[in-house]
């Protein structure tokens, strides 16, 4: 059976304006596909269901952390629980639940956090969880100005053992995702190889991690929850095509594969189309070549993509449905923004793509002409030419820098595509059009996408976007007294009738699409119901794996 799972984007922006106390709503899935050609019965003795037990299954569903498993550097900010507890979660409604946090109280002024933690939770190591580990984990996460972002923080302290005071610089509106993301690290083993060993208080414990090839992980034995009924997971560090490959020979239960492979089947698996908040889209540099480097001296700044003119053009041109369904098999949405479904997107901001005719009229306005015939336009002997850069390793962003090219032929915009490696991306990333991949359950992203004090060489703001009005509006929203009384400010940073970053405004990025997350997944293995997902990086399948179930005997 080729059951497609799929689960309605629109729910994510109910359940985020929900607090812990809200009352359970159910995330229904849409009515399942069947495939004649697919063997329906989870026992048929198909490749896939004879590989597999509760007591392992194998999953090729990404690429490995390069920097290891640490939280407080940044690993889990896209969710993942394998080896560490959160004082939060979202369940599978992305509503907001307890996991090692009993209760937590905020202060009138917003600025002290008082949490409460379970007495009973022990890492894997033996050693009790006490507000002291949950103290150093949020000072050393500040301190390591890691991805993770806890730079609001002015010092986490432990009143008690079960007991801690995290005590902010000034309220913020996303703190509470600081608690949802951030997985606790022992004070006592929290040493310079910790990445490559974790010790957490999380579902599993590693065992075993074979850089570049595999990680082995184990059912964690003082876990105080539900013991996970896996007992031993093992994860395949392959390519998109290998990842395909070893589900089709049965080597693996779950296997993430591109959109383009999603169409196809696997005898004994059924296929799961998750709805997700995970973008593709064109980062513009803002300002003019030569302007400023970045801290490492790299190059900053386009002369073409500096022109608002050009950056609108490409928006109006592209045709984000062509590309959904052309590319992504029809597994995907187009996107306008970065938080596309989000309780804080901006409907407004999006626009009425695939008009070449407007995008010549936008350039024309702007003094963008073709003088020489030669089918590109120019303007004061500038050329408007660019480079789209992507990751090589990545089919489906090729296929879309590749398609994005043909589509701005016809208004006289020179694109070129180049496939390389982030290695050789980064020092290029500032001063060319990089296609990025983003989303995040977490509105600061969005801050750090489009606030110029990102702005540091690094992925954030890599294209140097700065309009002080637009940080004026993003400062009130993350300064705003709650998450939902922040929704206004984040609205109007996109777009507010008059003014926005998005394609009307200053048009920093050209938006994409959402990619929906395909998985084979063997018919013997009940997943429950996926959340709907973010960003790829840190496995956001895995988010409820402790759950996972193997039906067959």
């Known amino acids: 059976m080729n059951q497609r799972v799929k689960f309605?984007?629109?729910?994510?922006?109910?359940a985020m304006l929900f607090t812990a106390c809200t009352p359970n709503r159910s995330n229904t899935p849409a009515t399942t596909t069947q495939n004649p050609n697919q063997n329906s019965s989870p026992n048929a003795g198909s490749p896939a269901a004879q590989v597999g037990s509760a007591e392992?299954?194998?999953?090729?569903?990404?690429?490995?952390?390069?920097?290891?498993?640490?939280?407080?550097?940044?690993?889990?900010?896209?969710?993942?629980?394998?080896f560490h507890s959160t004082l939060l979660r979202r369940n599978q409604n992305l509503e907001i639940v307890n996991d090692l946090a009993t209760d937590y109280q905020i202060s009138d002024d917003r600025k002290v956090w008082t949490v409460k933690i379970r007495s009973d939770a022990k890492f894997s190591d033996g050693k009790p969880v006490t507000a002291e580990d949950v103290a150093y984990t949020f000072n050393k996460a500040a301190e390591s100005g890691g991805?993770?972002?806890?730079?609001?923080l002015d010092q986490a302290v432990a009143i008690d053992p079960t007991t801690v005071e995290l005590r902010l610089k000034q309220p913020q509106s996303t703190f509470i995702n600081r608690l949802i993301t951030l997985g606790i690290v022992p004070k006592h083993a929290h040493s310079p190889d910790y990445a490559r060993k974790p010790i957490g208080s999380g579902p599993y414990q590693m065992v075993q991690w074979d850089e570049g090839q595999q990680l082995i992980v184990e059912a964690n034995p003082n876990y105080y929850g539900e013991a996970p009924q896996i007992k031993r997971l093992v994860f395949l560090f392959t390519e998109e095509d290998a990842a395909f490959a070893a589900a089709k020979a049965g080597q693996v239960q779950v296997a993430s594969v591109p959109q383009s492979l999603a169409v196809q089947s696997i005898e004994g698996m059924k296929l799961y189309d998750v709805t997700s908040i995970d973008n593709r889209g064109l980062m513009f540099p803002y300002p003019t070549a030569n302007q400023k480097k970045t801290p490492d001296g790299d190059p900053v700044g386009n002369d073409v993509t500096a022109d608002r003119a050009i950056r609108q053009a490409v928006?109006?041109?592209v045709d984000r449905k062509a590309l959904v369904e052309g590319v992504l098999e029809g597994y995907g949405s187009?996107?306008?923004?970065?938080?596309?479904?989000?309780?804080?997107e901006e409907p407004r901001a999006n626009?009425?793509?695939?008009?070449?005719?407007?995008?010549?009229?936008?350039?024309?306005?702007?003094?963008?002409?073709?003088?020489?015939?030669?089918?590109i336009v120019e303007k004061n002997g500038l050329k408007a030419e660019f480079t789209i850069l992507y990751p090589a390793s990545d089919s489906t962003r090729q296929a879309l820098a590749l398609s994005v090219v043909e589509?701005?032929?016809?208004?006289?915009?020179?694109?070129?595509?180049?496939?390389?490696?982030?290695?050789?991306?980064?020092?290029?990333?500032?001063?060319?059009?990089?296609?990025?991949?983003?989303?995040?359950?977490?509105?600061?992203?969005?801050?750090?996408?489009?606030?110029?004090?990102?702005?540091?060489?690094?992925?954030?703001?890599?294209?140097?976007?700065?309009?002080?009005?637009?940080?004026?509006v993003l400062d009130l929203a993350m300064g705003a007294p709650s998450e939902q009384e922040a929704i206004a400010f984040w609205k109007a940073a996109q777009w507010d009738g008059q003014k926005g970053f998005t394609a009307q405004g200053d048009a920093a990025w050209a938006w994409?699409?959402?990619?929906?997350?395909?998985?084979?997944?063997?018919?013997?293995?009940?997943?429950?119901?996926?959340?709907?997902?973010?960003h790829g990086h840190g496995w956001p399948i895995t988010a409820n794996i402790a759950e996972w179930k193997w039906t067959c005997n």
Not at 147 to 152: A, H, S, W
């Open 56 to 82: 392992q299954i194998v999953l090729a569903i990404g690429g490995e952390s390069e920097e290891g498993y640490d939280p407080t550097l940044g690993w889990g900010r896209y969710g993942s629980p394998l």
């Open 334 to 344: 187009p996107a306008y923004g970065p938080v596309s479904g989000l309780a804080w």
């Open 147 to 152: 991805l993770t972002d806890v730079t609001v």
């Open 351 to 375: 626009i009425q793509d695939a008009q070449p005719e407007k995008a010549k009229q936008i350039l024309a306005a702007g003094g963008w002409q073709d003088t020489n015939g030669d089918g």
């Open 8 to 14: 309605s984007a629109w729910l994510l922006g109910l």
């Open 315 to 317: 928006n109006y041109a």
């Open 407 to 472: 589509m701005l032929k016809p208004v006289g915009i020179q694109a070129k595509a180049a496939g390389k490696s982030w290695d050789e991306i980064e020092p290029l990333m500032h001063s060319n059009v990089v296609l990025f991949g983003w989303g995040s359950h977490d509105q600061t992203e969005m801050y750090n996408l489009y606030h110029s004090k990102a702005a540091q060489g690094d992925f954030y703001n890599a294209g140097y976007y700065a309009n002080s009005q637009i940080d004026q």
């Open 512 to 534: 994409l699409v959402n990619l929906d997350h395909t998985y084979f997944v063997n018919n013997c293995l009940d997943i429950g119901e996926p959340q709907i997902e973010p």
